[in-house]
């Protein structure tokens, strides 16, 4: 089972850009980290897919 979790805009500003947005989508909507990252993206969208699967590898 995957868990995402939402913050905030308030919380953090991390999650709030297009690319993140559409990382997190896919990760939910695929069930997997193993999604495309879009081309020129930040680090930021890399760094969800990563934390998402040591998650999961530490079950």
Known sequence: MLF??????S???IFTS??????????IEK???DVDVI????MTPK???DA???AMDSK
């Open 39 to 42: 081309s020129g993206a930040t």
């Open 11 to 13: 919380e953090t500003e």
């Open 52 to 54: 998402v699967k040591k």
């Open 18 to 27: 297009d690319a993140s947005k559409k990382v997190i989508q896919s990760i």
């Open 47 to 49: 760094a969800i897919i």
């Open 31 to 33: 069930h997997s980290p």
């Open 4 to 9: 995402i979790i939402n913050f905030r805009e």
